[in-house]
Every structure is written in structure tokens, then in C-alpha cells.
């Protein structure tokens, strides 16, 4: 799988919209990005995926470059419950397991 | 979607003891995957659950420390053996294959604490 680079933390105002980047200049043309999330003391949540094309769910929006080497996930209006760690992971559409980076821990502030 | 439950939630145990942890799926699915997540750190994966055969484990983990069963497509186990302070982690099951094999779900984790 490409390997993805998120910036490790950021934040946000309640209210406003949190665009997390995320760069996987390697990745395939078969590979997908996946978003998730870990809300602090619980399991990861699926939010998104997608493979060339913008998509948008009742939780977010993807954002994937002509180019397929970055992406951002859009929160359009961050809550103080969007306070978790988020994270982007690239692989092929398959039953392979996934395979978690870091992440990008987001703080969303009254 | 599929709704995982997992047990215990937690426990406490104490050095060169065992501990197996169940997981339960509401569906029938492809894929079985149980992960550790250490204190502050990310997801690794431990092994993928096979259904009717020997898991398949990821460098670094043998069977003899985290063996695992899967007698059918909405159950597994892992147990967690030998247990020390270094083996203190979450411990999280995920199944994919549910909502169509694209998407992952995740349990809500079994927080283990060895003294």
C-alpha cells in the first residue's frame, strides 16, 4: 500500500469546517483513500472513501487532486464531537486489512 | 454496516496469565482482523482471522503468544498468553466483507492492563 503523510495535529473552531490534507504522491492506480477516524477510547469509524473522483457522505467530504497525490477531508461544520484523531489510509479496493499511519489528531475548540 | 461487540471491555491481569477476548459479529462476513493499539500509538495489525484454518500473522506476531480461532463467519478469539506489562494495550477486532468488501468496521476495543 502508498504510504501517506498527514500532519500530525490541528485545530478548529466549533462551527467552522475542518479541511484535513492528506499526501500520497506514490499511490496506484488502483489504490482508493480511505478516511477514518478514533474518537478518543473508541475504535476507528469509517468516514469516506473514494478513488478519482470527489465524494460526499452525511459525515464529509473528500477532495482527491487530478492528479490522485493528495486529498483533503472536509468537515463542513465541525462540533466539539469531531475531536478525534483522523486518519487517511491508501490501499486497493480489497478484503486486505488496513494499514494505520499516525494520523492527524484534530482538536475542535468552543 | 455490521455491529461488532467485543469481551471483556476491559480487564485486569496479572503477569504470566491469559487472557482471550471474544468478538461478535451481528452478520455473517469475509474478513476477520484483530489489531493492538499500545498506549499513545497507532493501530498495528496482529493477524487476519481465517475461518476454518490457521490465522495468518503479521512479523512480529506468533501464534504461540496470540493464538486465534474462528469456528465461523460472525466469531473469533484471540487470547493474549504470557501475559506482561509490555502486552498492555487495546486490543480491537474489525470485520470487513459486511457492507460490501470495501469498507472496514471496527469494535470497540478490549482495554487490557497487566500488572
Known amino acids: 500500500d502508498a504510504k501517506t503523510t498527514q500532519p500530525p495535529s490541528m485545530d478548529c473552531a466549533e462551527g467552522r469546517a475542518a479541511n484535513l490534507p492528506c499526501n500520497h504522491s506514490t499511490i496506484s492506480g488502483n489504490e482508493y483513500v480511505y478516511w477514518y477516524r478514533q474518537i478518543h477510547s473508541q475504535g476507528p469509524q469509517y468516514i469516506i472513501h473514494g478513488l478519482k473522483n470527489n465524494e460526499t457522505n452525511e459525515m464529509a467530504s473528500l477532495i482527491i487532486t487530478e492528479d490522485r497525490k493528495s486529498s483533503t477531508l472536509i468537515l463542513p461544520h465541525a462540533t466539539l464531537r469531531d475531536t478525534a484523531v483522523y486518519y487517511c489510509i491508501v490501499r486497493v479496493n480489497s478484503g486486505y486489512a488496513l494499514n494505520f499511519g499516525k494520523g492527524t489528531s484534530l482538536l475542535v475548540t468552543p | 454496516s455490521a455491529v461488532i461487540s467485543q469481551k471483556p471491555s476491559r480487564d485486569i491481569c496479572q503477569r504470566g496469565t491469559s487472557l482471550t477476548i471474544q468478538c461478535q459479529v451481528d452478520?455473517?462476513?469475509?474478513?476477520m482482523f484483530w489489531y493492538r493499539q499500545q498506549p499513545g500509538q497507532s493501530l498495528t495489525l496482529i493477524a487476519t482471522?481465517?475461518?476454518?484454518?490457521?490465522?495468518?500473522?503479521e512479523s512480529g506476531f506468533v501464534i504461540d503468544k496470540f493464538p486465534i480461532s474462528r469456528p465461523n463467519l460472525t466469531f473469533s478469539t484471540l487470547t493474549v498468553s504470557n501475559l506482561s506489562p509490555e502486552d498492555s494495550s487495546i486490543y480491537l477486532c474489525?470485520?470487513?466483507?459486511?457492507?460490501?468488501?470495501?469498507?472496514?468496521?471496527f469494535g470497540p476495543g478490549t482495554r487490557l492492563t497487566v500488572l
Open positions: 474489525s470485520v470487513s466483507g459486511a457492507g460490501g468488501p470495501d469498507t472496514q468496521y
Open positions: 482471522a481465517n475461518q476454518g484454518s490457521e490465522a495468518t500473522y
Open positions: 452478520s455473517q462476513v469475509t474478513m
